[in-house]
């Protein structure tokens, strides 16, 4: 059973602040990656995707990805309170077939004005 | 270009009811899975369609059922509600020969039973 584990939070931050977002995964062989943003009573929404060790960055976001130590992470800087909602990780398999998504329960993050 | 849609948005049934939920996929998108979501927990799997045929399922009971349709869009359908049922139910689409691309998710179907 794959298992992919989150901070539950809720991860409080100030405006303009670095928020640091964290998720280890159970499945060794497993070779993407998401985050998804999940603002309350709305769907996931992608935010970054991930397949390689090492950083990958997107605007304010950076995703890290170590395969060895089966972690995961997500930084957004100069967080704004718009960034405030739940961060979903999700292990995407490890290709062969369609794959599903296994998520973590999310972490919670509010950025304070 | 349309992204995945869903109906209906709410939906309340009684226990021991049953509820069919639909779901297109993004235009060009030839998979569809679907994952229930309870109350401040992640997204659970409950299974995928390609070719009309379900490929993998989650690790839900068979009161859940699904189906494609030729046009790729799917339904979900639940018999027999139990309470436990209420929950987000949301639809995710994809291309199958590129497994590890993003899957794109709907709106979602806030099912609530009473």
């Known amino acids: 059973q794959k298992e992919v584990e989150q901070n539950s939070g809720p991860l409080s931050v100030p405006e303009g602040a670095i928020a640091s977002l964290n998720c280890t995964y159970s499945d060794r062989v497993s070779q993407s990656f998401f985050w998804y943003r999940q603002y309350s009573g709305k769907s996931p929404e992608l935010i970054m995707s991930?397949?390689?060790?090492g950083d990958k960055e997107d605007g304010r976001f950076t995703a890290q990805l170590n395969k060895a130590s089966q972690y995961v992470s997500l930084l957004i800087r100069d967080s704004q309170p718009s960034d405030s909602a739940t961060y979903l990780c999700?292990?995407?398999?490890?290709?062969?077939?369609?794959?599903?998504?296994?998520f973590g329960k999310g972490t919670l993050l509010t950025v304070n004005p | 270009d349309a992204g995945v849609t869903q109906s209906p948005t709410h939906l309340i049934k009684t226990r021991g009811q049953q509820v069919t939920l639909r779901c297109s996929p993004k235009?060009?998108?030839?998979?569809v899975s679907w994952y229930q979501q309870a109350l401040g927990q992640g997204p659970q799997f409950i299974f995928q369609y390609y070719e009309e045929e379900e490929r993998q399922r989650g690790n839900f009971p068979d009161r859940f059922s699904g189906h494609q349709f030729p046009n790729y869009s799917s339904e979900l359908n639940v018999n027999a509600l139990l309470l436990g049922d209420s929950a987000l139910y949301l639809c995710?689409?994809?291309?199958?020969?590129?497994?590890?691309?993003?899957?794109?998710f709907g709106d979602g179907t806030r099912l609530s039973i009473l």
């Open positions: 999700a292990e995407g398999g490890s290709g062969g077939s369609n794959y599903k998504l296994t």
């Open positions: 991930i397949y390689s060790n």
């Open positions: 995710a689409s994809s291309y199958f020969i590129t497994p590890l691309q993003p899957q794109h």
């Open positions: 235009s060009g998108h030839d998979t």
